[in-house]
C-alpha cells in the first residue's frame, strides 16, 4: 500500500489538525516548546536515521565495518567542505534535504520526480519566507558570517510584505499543479496536506513548527517505509527492526547530549551537524525507496 493511502497518512492529517487546535487553547511557552520538541526528537526525529546499516549489502560483520567506513568517510569529506567552502556546504544540505524531505512524502525511486521535488522546497522554504531575518541570521551563522544563536519561542504573525505572499503562493500554486498532472487522483489529500501544513507554520515559531513537521513529516513516513522494507526484505518481525534501531539511537542521543553539554547548544552548528549525518543517510534511503519498488514490481 502507498504511503497516500495507508492508516499513518491518515493519522498524520489528524495529529496535526489536533495540534493546530491545541495552539488556539493551550500557550505554547518556551518551556512546553522545548519539551515537546525534545521528546519528539528523541522518538522520532533522531531515531529514524538510526537504522542506516541494516540495508547494507553485505550482512556479515566485515559488510557492518566496509558500511561504516564508507559511511563515515561521506562525513568526513563533508566536514573538509564545511571548512574550506561553506557557503557551498551548506547548498548542497539544501538540495539534498529538498530531495530526502519530498522522496519520504511521494516514495519515488527516481530523483528528478516534480511533485517530491517541489514539496521538498515548498515544506523548507515555507518557514523561511515566513521568518526570513530570523533564518537569514541562522544561515550566516552556519557559514561563518554570524554568531546568532538566539532561541526565538514568540511569534505572532504580522502583516506579510508583497514579495513574501508572492513567494508562498507561487510555491503553492506551482506544487499543486504538479499535483494534479502527476498525482490527480490524489490531488485532495495533498491539497488538505498542504493547508495543514501551511497553517502550522504560519502560527509557529521558525524552529519549533519546522521540528514538528521535521517528526510528524517526515521522519514517522520514513519510519514506516523502512519498517515495510526490513519487514518484507529480510523477513523479520516490526519488534525486530525496532530492536535493531536502539543501539546506533541511543549513541546519536548520547552524542548529542555530549555536545551540548561540554560545548553548549549553538543553533548553527546543531544544523551542521545535522547536515553531516543526513548526506549518507539521503544516500542510503534513495537507494532503498529503489530496492522497495522493484519489489513492488516483483
Same mark, same amino acid.
Given at each position: 500500500?502507498?504511503?497516500?493511502?495507508?492508516?499513518?497518512?491518515?493519522?498524520?492529517?489528524?495529529?496535526?489538525?489536533?495540534?493546530?487546535?491545541?495552539?488556539?487553547?493551550?500557550?505554547?511557552?518556551?518551556? /512546553?516548546?522545548?519539551?515537546?520538541?525534545?521528546? /519528539?526528537?528523541?522518538?522520532?526525529?533522531?531515531?529514524?536515521?538510526?537504522?542506516?546499516?541494516?540495508?547494507?549489502?553485505?550482512?556479515?560483520?566485515?559488510?557492518?565495518?566496509?558500511?561504516?567506513?564508507?559511511?563515515?568517510?561521506?562525513?568526513?569529506?563533508?566536514?573538509?567542505?564545511?571548512?574550506?567552502?561553506?557557503?557551498?556546504?551548506?547548498?548542497?544540505?539544501?538540495?539534498?534535504?529538498?530531495?530526502?524531505?519530498?522522496?519520504?512524502?511521494?516514495?519515488?525511486?527516481?530523483?528528478?520526480?516534480?511533485?517530491?521535488?517541489?514539496?521538498?522546497?515548498?515544506?523548507?522554504?515555507?518557514?523561511?519566507?515566513?521568518?526570513?531575518?530570523?533564518?537569514?541570521?541562522?544561515?550566516?551563522?552556519?557559514?561563518?558570517?554570524?554568531?546568532?544563536?538566539?532561541?526565538?519561542?514568540?511569534?505572532?504573525?504580522?502583516?506579510?510584505?508583497?514579495?513574501?505572499?508572492?513567494?508562498?503562493?507561487?510555491?503553492?500554486?506551482?506544487?499543486?499543479?504538479?499535483?494534479?498532472?502527476?498525482?490527480?487522483?490524489?490531488? /485532495?489529500?495533498?491539497?488538505?496536506?498542504?493547508?495543514?501544513?501551511?497553517?502550522?507554520?504560519?502560527?509557529?515559531?521558525?524552529?519549533?513548527?519546522?521540528?514538528?513537521?521535521?517528526?510528524?513529516?517526515?521522519?514517522?513516513?520514513?519510519?514506516?517505509?523502512?519498517?515495510?522494507?526490513?519487514?518484507?526484505?529480510?523477513?523479520?518481525?516490526?519488534?525486530?527492526?525496532?530492536?535493531?534501531?536502539?543501539?546506533?539511537?541511543?549513541?546519536?542521543?548520547?552524542?548529542?547530549?555530549?555536545?551540548?553539554?561540554?560545548?553548549?547548544?549553538?543553533?548553527?552548528?546543531?544544523?551542521?551537524?545535522?547536515?553531516?549525518?543526513?548526506?549518507?543517510?539521503?544516500?542510503?534511503?534513495?537507494?532503498?525507496?529503489?530496492?522497495?519498488?522493484?519489489?513492488?514490481?516483483?
Amino acid at each position: 500500500m502507498s504511503y497516500i493511502n495507508s492508516k499513518l497518512f491518515t493519522v498524520q492529517m489528524i495529529l496535526q489538525l489536533v495540534l493546530l487546535i491545541l495552539l488556539y487553547f493551550i500557550d505554547f511557552g518556551a518551556n /512546553l516548546q522545548a519539551i515537546s520538541a525534545g521528546i /519528539l526528537l528523541c522518538l522520532v526525529g533522531i531515531p529514524h536515521g538510526a537504522n542506516d546499516h541494516l540495508y547494507r549489502e553485505d550482512q556479515t560483520w566485515l559488510g557492518m565495518f566496509k558500511f561504516l567506513g564508507v559511511y563515515l568517510g561521506i562525513i568526513g569529506l563533508y566536514v573538509v567542505l564545511w571548512h574550506f567552502l561553506p557557503l557551498a556546504a551548506l547548498i548542497l544540505f539544501f538540495v539534498v534535504s529538498f530531495h530526502h524531505f519530498g522522496q519520504s512524502n511521494f516514495e519515488n525511486e527516481k530523483v528528478w520526480y516534480l511533485p517530491s521535488i517541489l514539496w521538498g522546497i515548498l515544506l523548507l522554504t515555507f518557514p523561511v519566507v515566513l521568518h526570513f531575518d530570523e533564518a537569514l541570521l541562522i544561515f550566516k551563522s552556519m557559514i561563518g558570517k554570524g554568531n546568532f544563536n538566539e532561541l526565538i519561542f514568540e511569534f505572532k504573525l504580522e502583516k506579510l510584505s508583497v514579495w513574501q505572499i508572492l513567494s508562498l503562493m507561487g510555491f503553492a500554486i506551482t506544487y499543486l499543479g504538479s499535483i494534479f498532472i502527476y498525482q490527480k487522483q490524489y490531488f /485532495l489529500k495533498y491539497f488538505l496536506q498542504l493547508i495543514l501544513v501551511s497553517f502550522w507554520y504560519f502560527f509557529t515559531p521558525l524552529l519549533f513548527g519546522f521540528i514538528v513537521v521535521f517528526c510528524l513529516w517526515h521522519a514517522l513516513q520514513s519510519t514506516q517505509h523502512q519498517v515495510n522494507f526490513y519487514t518484507t526484505f529480510y523477513k523479520k518481525k516490526t519488534i525486530d527492526f525496532f530492536l535493531a534501531m536502539l543501539p546506533f539511537s541511543l549513541i546519536s542521543l548520547l552524542g548529542f547530549a555530549f555536545y551540548v553539554y561540554f560545548f553548549s547548544f549553538n543553533i548553527g552548528h546543531s544544523f551542521i551537524l545535522l547536515s553531516l549525518i543526513t548526506l549518507p543517510h539521503v544516500l542510503v534511503m534513495h537507494k532503498l525507496y529503489g530496492k522497495g519498488k522493484q519489489m513492488e514490481i516483483k
